[in-house]
């Protein structure tokens, strides 16, 4: 039968979190034709063992080096067959009827291009991260001079957050995250994929900001749920937090030039600053350092100012980002009366 969907999961040291994703998207109520694609990104827990024994029908790719996610992502898709993919982050549980849910919106509302849902954490409560606002020169100096930190969930020191949206409705946002993330394959392809010049972090939010550029409106899907445990591939925070802010910092090269790009590169420089320098006061007068280090991240800082570093395809490598424009967003997005704008 023609799959509808690809599913596509991105392994690395998470072979139970990657089981009972799987285990998750199998369990979905019939009616929607998928496949699934998983890359194991030279994972050393058992994570491909695993996933080949529980489920031989699951096309599993296990690369020799951790090729980051967007890379990772691009692999996959250039083995796809589904008319949509349907990005899942392998430490998600889907809930019931997700993937028909965002699927029947994406085909009513084809002009809208990215799809995401609805993320809660494991206790129940919602989880923000299934989507953000667009960075901007404005959400840059926020966090530059702190205000996003003074005034968390503010819809105008804090826009990135989007205030205090609970993602309970249908609404165009800034940037779907890669956690649930629907596309059109040939969209996908025609937008060139992820950047690979993006090792994790940074990676979505670009594809988000090319997409909007070509017109199309990226929308939630509050009925499209997943449980998601957050970070579990990536637990230590420092480590992380390099990885966002040099995709933070490749985001400034790549999307602005001139006084903007210089004025975006020392927001991000000065919110680490400030940040470092208030965690210093609070462990000098706790005894003790905060678990969200600053300071560490200061002392890197020359891991994370120059961004990812141009990426060169090796020779049968993955898919590099296509110079192919894409073609004009098209048709319907949302009419709903319950839509609301970023």
Known sequence: MTVEVSVLVVSYNTAELTVRCLESVLAEPAGVEIEIIVVDNASTDGSPDAIR?????????????????????????????????LLLNPDAVVLDRAVAEILTFARRNPACGLYGGRTLRPDGSVDPSSCWGAPSLWSLVCFGVGLSTMFPGSRIFDPESLGRWQRDSVREVGVVTGCLLLVRRDLFERLGGFDPRFFMYGEDTDLSMRARAAGYRPTIVPTAAIVHHVGASSSNWAAKHVLVLRGKTTLARKHWTGWRQRLCLAMIVLGVALRALADLGSGLARGRPRASDWRALWRRRRDWWPGYPPYTEPTGGVPSQSRVPPEPASGTC????????P
């Open 53 to 85: 024994d529980a489920f031989p029908a699951v096309r599993l790719i296990e690369s020799a080096t951790n090729l980051g996610f967007g890379r990772a992502v691009n692999l996959a898709a250039s083995h796809a067959g589904g008319d949509y993919l």
């Open 334 to 341: 949302h009419p709903s009366r319950h839509l609301t704008r």
